[in-house]
Structures are given as structure tokens and as C-alpha cells.
């Protein structure tokens, strides 16, 4: 036997392109929207652009939903018009609109009013994002994987409803089973209804093959009976074959082709449309002999079955492609698992190692610190002043390296979750004058005065004393040091808070009068001062870890800026306590301000 029967692979065409990929903002803050806008100009995804769609209250975007059902991405703030209006707006998409497809990413700037923990539990959403961590690259990275999911998800969709139309049509043909199966039972279902006829000869049909034709033109053989069986392949056999195939590329336009010299008279070819997109061109048939006693109403039925024996071929194909792309898939899962596995130990051993150097850097550091203060008490008594100078930059060295220390050590508390909220009353003002005490010598190097304005009368406040402390030196600290010969200001006041807080903890049960503090007001401290100001495109980035405007840049008095990481700690503190903390500036020599609103219970 010369021709090789063997299995033909499929390729699935391509679902055509979209012209844009349909995404849709919730967010009730119109910053918000522009800045993600911002954050995807020029974002392509498998060569389409985004047709972003923005909704400012969750009826407004169910409304749009309900309008456009080909959204592919939804990226909805939790806390709008109510405090979980973002997560009833997720129940009416999966519930209510059952729309399945949609991928959904929460996001809130107050995770304290919804957990990640109990969103993740309780609501069908496909990822939870704090604001503050979506910075362009992780809005772009969190975009594209969403659009992936949905790419897959249409995709498989698209091959469920195709083979569950077709295994309407044909139910017998349709369980999976290897191509060489399927064309002997499509050859074999061809014969039998042939024999169904009036005429007790059309039992005589025994010989006949199956053929498709590559894309050389060649002739593949996949199923054969009778003397075409390839166990009784013969030259016979092969001289028929080659005969056919010429005899179907001179009649493509029939659906049956009657046989006749050099073929037997008796014989007749049925045309296989294995591309339903091309039903003008055959690239297949079934050859039969024996067959002169089909009258035209069973070549007719004969034709109908072979169109839907086609159909299946072309569903089964489709199972194929669906299962590799489906074991693609959950490679691809596996993988993104084990990455983020890796990511995670990786960033857990990051946090363990910077805790316990941090932890073994103190010790000798203190000594550095103590051994030099004695020294300069001793340098001071024995009116050694030439070395003064240097002791005290060793003194100033090592006070810095050991604030940069407890800096890291806090960044390690924040990532690992170890700080909590430890709540009691307080006078704010007191706290204030500490400060200023606290700041006073610095605001004398730099010769710059602190201002400080009460807008209105604040006297008890309820939350913690400690965390408020180190954001405000923080942020004041950070002012002098870009500020000189200026004035600093720090002005207080509160507001209704829009939002508050429930039964967030009790606090010292000395306090009688504020457990169960639901704090309703919000206290608003604003910081500002006339240095060198910062970008625009800058006042996301000075809150990350170790980021700076400009690292190569200097403070006003020619000293480095330090590392970067007080306004980190104070934002990552400010989540810790329920509260916002931005920045703004007009730009560079522009000054720059910074805003804490604080959520508490003013007694």
C-alpha cells in the first residue's frame, strides 16, 4: 500500500479583531478617572486600542452595563455613594445581569472598610487593589492580565457554542475520538445510509474510501473498505486512487460526481466541504462503487450527510484545539501560581532578612553612638576642640544611620502586618507643642519658622497618639529639610466624616465615654511649605519605598536627601489608621503641600 493513511491537523482560523477593547471605570472621584486614563494612553492589547467608558455612581454604571454587553473589564471603587456600592454593583453583574465573562477588579483607597480577606470570600470578582499601589506599571500589568482572562474566556465560549450547535445536528458523530476513528465512522455511516435504498442491490456496496487533499495537492487516504482497506491495499487499488483525484480537481462544481471510464460506470464520488467558510471548493470526498441502483432522493440524503459529517469533522477539530488550548491554559496557571509562590517567599524573605540586619545593625551602631558622645564629652573637657568637629559628624552620621534603621524596621512591621491600631484620648494641641519642641533645632539650622494655625478649637481627640506623632514629624521634618530661610505651615482643622468608621476598636477602657468610637469627624492636617516643589508627574511616586524626585538631587543646605523612605512610612501609616494622605505642588521651586485627613472621634 503507497498511500499513507494518517491523522490531518486542523488549525482554527483566527476570531476576527475587535476595532477596541471596552473598559469600564466606576469611581465616584473624577481624579481617579484621569489619572487612569493617564496611566493607559497607548495601551494596546493583541493590536487593539481601549475604548474606556467612565461611570461616577454604581446606577450609572448599570446602566451602562445593561447598554453594553461586550465590556470587557470592570474597574469599580468600592466606597461611592455608600459604603459598598462597588460590591453591590459586583452582585448585580454576576447575579442579577449574569454575565460571567466581564472580569471585575475592585479597588479602594480605604481598605479598611473592605477587608481584601472578606471581599475575596464573599464576592465573584477577579482581583481587590488598594489605590495606592496601582501606579501606571501595575495598572497596565493588571490590565493586561485581565484582558487575557476575558480574551480566553470569549474564546472558549466561542468554541463551546460552536460544538454545541454542531452535536445538535449530528449527535452520533460527536464524541471525541481520534481522527482516524471519526473518518471510518463517517465512511461507515455513508455506506449504511446508502443501503437504507428500495433496491435490495445497494447491499452490494463494500468498496469505498475516504480522501482529503493537502494543501500540494496530494491525495491523503484516511479510511477505506473492501479492497481500499489498506490490510488489502493493492496496485488495484492505487490506480483508482490516482484516477480520482484526478477526476474530482475537473468536477469541484458537482456535489456527486458520477463515475464513469476510466472508473467503474457504477461508481460515484461525494464531495467533502471540510471549511464551511468555503463551500465553493471541496477539499475532500468519498469514493463508492457499486452504486448505480441510488436513485436521486437518496443521493440527495446522501449529500445532506455528508454536509453534516463535514460539519462534525470540523467540530471535532474544534475539540482539539479546545483541549490544547485549554491544557495551555492551565499551564499557563500553574506557572503564573509558582511565580507568584516565588514572588511571595522571595518578598517574605526580603522582610525577614532587612528585620533581623536591621535588628543586628542596632547593636554596634548604639555603641558607635554612645562610645562618640563620650568622646566628646571627654574632647571637650581636655579642650581638644580640633577633633569636635569630626566627632560630631560621626555622632550626626550615625543618628542618621540609626533613624534610616527604625525606618526600615517600620517598613518590615507595615509588609509583615504587625502594626495595629492602639487607640486612647489625647490632647491634640499638647501633641503639637511637642513637636514643635522636637523641631526646633532643626528649624533653626535651616533658619525657618513653623507656623501652626487651629481653624477651629480641638481639644480631646481619640485615636493614636503615637502613629499621628510620627506622620506629622515626618511631613514637617521633610518640609524643613527642602525649605531655607522660609516659613513652614501647618494648619488644623476638621470636617464631617462622610464615611465613619464603626466600632473600629475600643480604646483604653479607662475612657468610658469613647468605647465603641465610631469617628465621625475628619481631622485635616495641612502642611505646607515654599521649597523646591515637586513635578506633577512625580506626587504618586515620592510615596513608594526608596523614590525620590530626583535621587541626584541635594536639600538646601547641600546635605542628600536621605533615603526615602519617611513619606512612604507615613502613607503606609496613615492606611494602617483609616486615613488619606496626598500631595500636591504647581511644580518644581513651587513649594509643595501635604494633606493627612485623619478619621477620628473629637470628644
Known amino acids: 500500500m503507497k498511500k499513507v493513511i494518517r491523522r490531518q491537523k486542523s488549525t482554527p482560523k483566527a476570531t476576527p479583531k475587535r476595532t477596541a477593547w471596552r473598559i469600564l471605570i466606576v469611581d465616584d472621584e473624577p481624579d481617579i478617572h484621569a489619572i487612569t486614563r493617564l496611566a493607559l494612553i497607548g495601551f494596546e492589547f493583541d493590536n487593539s486600542p481601549l475604548d474606556i467608558i467612565s461611570a461616577y455612581s454604581k446606577a450609572e454604571a448599570e446602566t451602562i452595563l445593561r447598554a453594553n454587553p461586550d465590556i470587557a473589564m470592570a474597574m469599580i471603587d468600592i466606597v461611592m455613594e455608600t459604603d459598598d456600592a462597588g460590591l453591590q454593583l459586583v452582585d448585580v453583574i454576576r447575579n442579577q445581569m449574569d454575565n460571567q465573562l466581564i472580569r471585575l477588579v475592585v479597588r479602594t483607597g480605604q481598605p479598611g472598610v473592605a477587608p481584601e480577606k472578606d471581599i475575596i470570600n464573599r464576592y465573584d470578582i477577579d482581583d481587590y487593589k488598594e489605590k495606592n499601589e496601582l501606579t501606571e506599571t501595575k495598572t497596565y500589568t493588571t490590565l493586561r492580565l485581565a484582558l487575557k482572562a476575558y480574551q480566553n474566556l470569549i474564546s472558549l465560549q466561542h468554541n463551546r457554542d460552536a460544538l454545541h450547535k454542531i452535536l445538535e445536528i449530528a449527535p452520533e458523530l460527536y464524541h471525541p475520538q481520534s481522527i482516524t476513528r471519526f473518518f471510518d465512522g463517517v465512511l461507515g455511516q455513508i455506506i449504511n445510509l446508502c443501503r437504507l435504498g428500495d433496491n435490495s442491490s445497494c447491499d452490494s456496496i463494500h468498496n469505498g474510501f475516504l480522501a482529503t487533499i493537502d494543501n500540494d495537492g496530494g491525495i491523503l487516504v484516511h479510511a477505506g473498505s473492501g479492497f481500499f482497506d489498506k490490510s488489502q491495499w493493492s496496485d488495484k487499488a492505487e490506480s483508482v486512487v490516482d484516477t480520482c483525484l484526478a477526476c474530482f480537481k475537473n468536477n469541484q462544481a458537482q456535489e456527486i460526481i458520477s463515475c464513469g471510464n476510466p472508473l467503474p460506470s457504477n461508481s460515484m464520488m461525494i464531495l467533502l466541504h471540510l471549511d464551511p467558510d468555503e463551500k465553493d471548493n471541496a477539499s475532500g470526498f468519498i469514493y463508492l462503487e457499486n452504486t448505480s ?16 459529517c463535514a460539519a462534525a469533522l470540523k467540530n471535532l477539530q474544534l475539540y482539539f484545539a479546545l483541549e490544547d488550548a485549554n491544557q495551555k491554559t492551565s499551564q499557563l496557571l500553574n506557572m503564573a501560581e509558582q511565580a507568584r509562590n516565588m514572588a511571595e517567599a522571595a518578598n517574605s524573605a526580603k522582610t525577614n532578612f532587612l528585620a533581623k540586619i536591621s535588628h543586628e545593625l542596632r547593636t554596634p551602631l548604639n555603641a558607635i553612638i554612645g562610645y562618640t558622645a563620650l568622646l566628646e564629652e571627654e574632647a571637650n573637657d581636655a579642650g581638644y576642640n580640633i577633633v569636635l568637629p569630626d ?8 543618628q542618621q544611620l540609626l533613624g534610616m534603621i527604625s525606618d526600615i524596621l517600620d517598613i518590615t512591621k507595615i509588609e509583615t502586618e504587625q502594626l495595629t491600631l492602639e487607640l486612647s484620648q489625647f490632647d491634640l494641641a499638647e501633641l503639637i507643642k511637642g513637636l ?44 524643613n529639610k527642602f525649605t531655607k530661610s522660609d516659613e513652614i505651615e501647618l494648619t488644623i482643622g476638621y470636617q464631617k466624616n462622610p464615611h465613619p468608621l464603626q466600632n473600629i476598636k475600643q480604646c483604653d477602657a479607662k475612657h468610658t465615654n469613647c468605647k465603641g468610637c465610631q469617628h465621625s469627624n475628619m481631622l485635616v492636617f495641612e502642611v505646607k511649605d515654599n521649597g523646591i516643589g515637586i513635578p506633577k508627574e512625580y506626587l504618586e511616586t515620592i510615596f513608594e519605598v526608596f523614590q525620590q524626585v530626583d535621587e541626584s538631587s541635594a536639600t538646601t543646605d547641600g546635605t542628600t536627601p536621605g533615603a526615602g523612605l519617611g513619606l512612604s512610612i507615613s502613607r503606609q501609616l496613615a492606611q494602617v489608621m483609616r486615613a488619606k494622605l496626598d500631595a500636591a505642588s504647581k511644580g518644581l521651586n513651587q513649594g509643595s503641600s501635604f494633606r493627612l485627613s485623619l478619621p477620628v472621634n473629637i470628644l
Open 293 to 308: 441502483n441510488l436513485e436521486k432522493p437518496d443521493k440527495d440524503l446522501i449529500s445532506i450527510m455528508a454536509y453534516q
Open 391 to 398: 566627632l560630631s559628624k560621626i555622632q550626626s552620621a550615625g
Open 436 to 479: 514643635e519642641v522636637l523641631l526646633q533645632p532643626l528649624l533653626q539650622k535651616k533658619q525657618n519658622k513653623l507656623n501652626v494655625t487651629f481653624e477651629q478649637p480641638v481639644g480631646l481627640i481619640c485615636t493614636d497618639q503615637a502613629k499621628l506623632q510620627q506622620i506629622l514629624l515626618n511631613l514637617l521634618n521633610n518640609a
